[in-house]
């Protein structure tokens, strides 16, 4: 399996912007396709943006949808998610997981490979 770790949480007002890093070692993160997910204290993991693994084909949540953007560089064995217009509701521990496969999926149950989790936290 491809080990993943996140970086780039942290502290941000409303309005800031974030971009969260997801670093591959182990194995590259060739044809794996590479979702972010978020959990807040007491809710559920849930789905936040995809990235098939030629970076064609994208999926986001609808609560992110036109704020947040998730892009690859397969070179870097990297996987990116930029946050603008951050709001305190985004506040989650992100998690980045991959799965070895093609089809953009927002289930976490497909997902076999997962980071640590890094914390963003927005204030209003």
């Known amino acids: 399996q491809v080990q993943l770790a996140e970086s780039g949480g942290g502290l941000a007002q409303a309005g800031d912007s974030l971009r969260l890093s997801c670093a591959a070692s182990g194995r590259t993160f060739s044809r794996h396709v590479v979702g972010w997910f978020r959990q807040a204290p007491g809710k559920e993991r849930d789905f936040v943006a995809g990235?098939?693994?030629?970076?064609?084909?994208?999926d986001y949540a609808d609560f992110v949808k036109g704020r947040f953007i998730i892009s690859r560089d397969n070179a870097k064995n990297t996987v990116y998610l930029q946050m603008n217009s951050l709001k305190p509701e985004d506040t989650a521990v992100y998690y980045c997981?991959?799965?070895?496969?093609?089809?953009?999926?927002?289930?976490?149950?497909?997902?076999?490979?997962w980071g640590q989790g890094t914390q963003v936290t927005v204030s209003s």
């Open positions: 997981a991959a799965l070895r496969g093609v089809v953009v999926t927002r289930k976490t149950s497909d997902f076999g490979s």
């Open positions: 990235i098939s693994w030629i970076g064609g084909i994208t």
